[in-house]
């Protein structure tokens, strides 16, 4: 059996900032240091035997801290990576151009609508869905219990909820995932999967003097 942690990175500035980062390689801003940290100690005691992430820094980055309690390789994974939003990377919802299709307006509504010169969800969800596949194929063994962690983005996290749920790929954005949002999933050699968690963040209600930070979580 494995189990397998399905992280989401911390805040970043395009995200303080309602920009689309896609393949962009961001930062993450003061808060979401502050929001790996928290997940450290919430991971702290944590049997891991695995961990991957985006080959993105903003990912790398949580991985690194969140991970810091844990003699642990962490493997970058660019199947992992966000999805491509192509022309729109950098920019916010008000920055945007609809003229080449109005359907842009409702894009998450279109699986098969692929960005301006990036992904389709269908496409992010073919490629996630590969890498998610290697790893059970590497790690999964049938009579042991086995932990992975994986730190992704928004995009990813929901596809692979979604894959273990086996929801459709047009009902994928209406999944939250707050930044560094735990998800945890089971599977089983002969029942597939079994999802246990679902954009949990306790971790982030640890400390009221920080709530100030944190009262406000962005998608």
């Known amino acids: ?85 192509g022309k729109w990377e950098g920019l916010n919802v ?14 998450w509504k279109y699986p098969d609508l692929s960005m301006p010169g990036g992904e389709s969800t269908s496409e992010l969800k073919e490629r996630v869905l590969t890498g998610l596949n290697r790893i059970i194929k590497e790690h999964n063994e049938k009579d042991k219990e086995k932990t992975v962690v994986i730190v992704c983005h928004g995009g990813v996290a929901r596809i692979i909820l979604a894959i ?26 002969k029942n597939g999967y079994y999802v246990e968690t679902v954009n949990d963040i306790n971790h982030l209600r640890v400390s009221k003097k920080k709530e100030k930070v944190i009262e406000k979580q962005e998608d």
């Open 164 to 189: 273990a749920l086996d929801i459709p790929t047009g009902k994928v954005w209406h999944i939250r995932q707050f930044s560094t949002a735990l998800n945890v999933i089971k599977f089983f050699t």
């Open 1 to 85: 059996m494995l189990r397998i942690l399905v992280i989401r990175h911390g805040e970043t500035f395009s995200n303080a900032e309602n920009r689309f980062s896609g393949h962009q390689d961001v930062d993450l801003n003061e808060k979401g240091i502050w929001q790996a940290e928290q997940l450290a100690n919430r991971l702290k005691d944590e049997q891991i035997d695995f961990a991957y992430s985006s080959d993105l820094k903003r990912a790398t980055c949580t991985a690194k801290i969140g991970l810091k309690y844990h003699n642990i390789e962490v493997k970058t994974e660019p199947l992992f990576r966000e999805m491509s939003f």
């Open 94 to 107: 008000n920055e945007l151009d609809f003229d080449e299709d109005e359907r842009l307006m409702e894009w």
